[in-house]
């Protein structure tokens, strides 16, 4: 039952993106913000938790991921605040991605107070192709 949700909401839904501050522990002040992507369907705001896995097997993934970049940077763009985007090895290995990626970088020419943090860094064995998609961007 929860999977033909899921799956209709990822169809239907409308993804949103929160901003989570990033406190300095020392000066209590908000040092940066973070992109947080959820799903609002109906009335529900759905966690990714629930929905990322389900729509690799759709094979829409890449989309939410692209949607996620361009909105939280026409967010932040003209603000002096940083922005931190979560994305992961498979978003850097996808050629429609890093294509869209750079499309959008070429667009908005300033992206200064974006960062493009990757998860599992741990897992990161090919840093020639990460060297050679963001240093083009960054």
């Known amino acids: ?20 501050p990033i406190v300095c522990n020392l000066t209590d002040k908000k040092v940066k913000y ?14 990714p938790y629930f929905f990322i896995q389900l729509s690799k097997q759709l094979k829409i993934y ?3 991921s692209i949607e996620i970049v361009k909105k939280a940077i026409n967010d932040f763009i003209d603000k002096k605040e940083m922005v931190s985007i979560n994305i992961s090895m ?35 064995k090919n840093y020639l192709l990460i060297n050679t998609m963001f240093p083009s961007i960054i």
């Open 1 to 20: 039952k929860n999977l033909a949700k899921y799956k209709e909401a990822l169809l239907f839904g409308e993804l949103l993106v929160y901003y989570q």
């Open 34 to 47: 973070e992109a947080l992507c959820r799903l609002k369907y109906k009335d529900e705001i759905i966690s």
């Open 62 to 64: 890449n989309r939410i």
């Open 90 to 124: 498979e978003d850097v290995c996808n050629k429609y991605f890093t294509k869209e990626i750079l499309k959008i970088a070429r667009e908005y020419k300033r992206l200064d107070n974006i960062i493009f943090e990757i998860t599992e860094s741990s897992n990161i």
